[in-house]
C-alpha cells in the first residue's frame, strides 16, 4: 500500500519547516504547530529567558507538564468510574436481594 503522506509547511519561531503528514492528520499538525507557536511567543514575552534552544527547552517541558497532569487526572477519573461501577453493582444486589 503507497503511503499518501504529504509535505505541510509550517512555521515556528518565524522559521520555515517541511513536515511529511497524512492528509488527515494535517490539521492537528497545524493545530500543535500554532499552539507551539503561540507557547514559544508567550515565554519570549516574559523576557525572562534568553536564547532560542532555552526557550524551546522550556516550553517543552512546559507541554510536557500540561499532558502529565492530564493523563493523571485521566487516570483518577478512570479510577473513580471504575469505583462508582462497583458501588452500582453492589446497590443493584442489594436491592434486588441477590
Given at each position: 500500500m503507497k503511503s499518501?503522506?504529504?509535505s505541510v509547511k509550517v512555521q515556528v519561531?518565524?522559521?520555515e519547516f517541511a513536515v511529511a503528514c497524512?492528509?488527515?492528520e494535517k490539521a492537528t499538525l497545524l493545530a500543535a504547530?500554532?499552539?507551539?507557536?503561540?507557547?514559544?511567543e508567550a515565554i519570549q514575552s516574559q523576557g525572562k529567558?534568553?536564547?532560542n534552544e532555552r526557550i524551546a527547552i522550556m516550553v517543552a517541558i512546559n507541554i510536557a507538564s500540561e499532558l502529565?497532569?492530564?493523563r493523571n487526572k485521566q487516570s483518577s477519573s478512570n479510577q473513580?468510574?471504575?469505583?462508582?461501577?462497583?458501588l452500582n453493582e453492589k446497590i443493584d444486589r442489594a436491592v434486588n436481594g441477590a
Open positions: 499518501t503522506r504529504e519561531m518565524g522559521k497524512e492528509p488527515e504547530t500554532q499552539f507551539l507557536d503561540e507557547q514559544i529567558i534568553v536564547g502529565l497532569e492530564l473513580l468510574n471504575d469505583e462508582i461501577a462497583m
